[in-house]
């Protein structure tokens, strides 16, 4: 299984940018690299899934180096409501032991 | 389309007795998985089920069961309650469980308490 390593907890401002670092040294060949949000007692909520490379959506863009041993999660101009735990996940996107919840990283958004 | 939907919201049982959560998993999708949440532990994956069987299986004690029914709702046992149970049960859904772009949709949750 590849570890991921997040930091545990960031604060930020309204309006911000944000990026979120997670390493996973061990990466494999057919890993796929995937972020969840979740608010307290609520399930986590999907937000971007990349291979390599760029990936970007409506609410963030993925970024990804070459050796793929990290990735960084940028939220842009963040509000009080993204406020939330965000979790780096690593796996092949089978959804059995290979998708391994770490810790997370505990944003807070200020006003 | 219609989200993952858990039932019930909130339970409070007694040590040594058993209880069953159900899910539903969004139209379509195959896919069940479960997971427990604690303070202490974090999210932690429970087991998997595609098609009615059972994939994949977390490192949980026998008393944690489960099952999938042709519909594809699922549901999750736990027998002989402790207190150490008492946490936040996640169902996840997805099309396939696998491969790029397999999104997880999870349910709020069931809040089990144990007293």
């Known amino acids: 299984l590849a570890k991921t390593t997040q930091p545990i907890s960031m604060d930020s401002y309204e309006g911000q940018e944000v990026n979120i670092t997670c390493s996973h040294n061990n990466i494999a060949t057919n890993d796929y690299i995937t972020w969840y949000q979740q608010f307290p007692s609520q399930g986590p909520r999907f937000i971007i899934q990349?291979?390599?490379t760029k990936v970007t959506n409506e609410v963030a863009s993925l970024f990804i180096p070459a050796d793929r041993k990290s990735s960084t999660l940028s939220l842009p101009r963040v509000s009080l409501s993204d406020t939330a735990v965000y979790y780096c996940?690593?796996?092949?996107?089978?959804?059995?032991?290979?998708?391994?919840f770490g810790p997370g990283t505990r944003l807070s958004v200020l006003p | 389309k219609a989200g993952v939907t858990q039932t019930p919201r909130y339970l409070i049982k007694t040590r040594g007795q058993q209880v069953t959560l159900s899910c539903s998993p969004i139209s379509g999708h195959r896919s069940v998985s479960w997971y427990q949440q604690t303070p202490g532990q974090g999210l932690q994956f429970l087991f998997e089920y595609f098609s009615e069987t059972q994939r994949n299986k977390g490192n949980f004690p026998g008393r944690f069961s489960g099952r999938q029914f042709s519909n594809s709702r699922s549901e999750m046992n736990v027998s002989t309650l402790e207190l150490g149970d008492s946490a936040l049960y996640l169902c996840a859904s997805s099309y396939t469980g696998t491969g790029l772009g397999a999104e997880a949709f999870f349910g709020q949750g069931t809040r089990l308490t144990v007293v």
């Open positions: 990349g291979y390599k």
């Open positions: 996940l690593v796996g092949d996107g089978n959804y059995g032991q290979n998708f391994v």
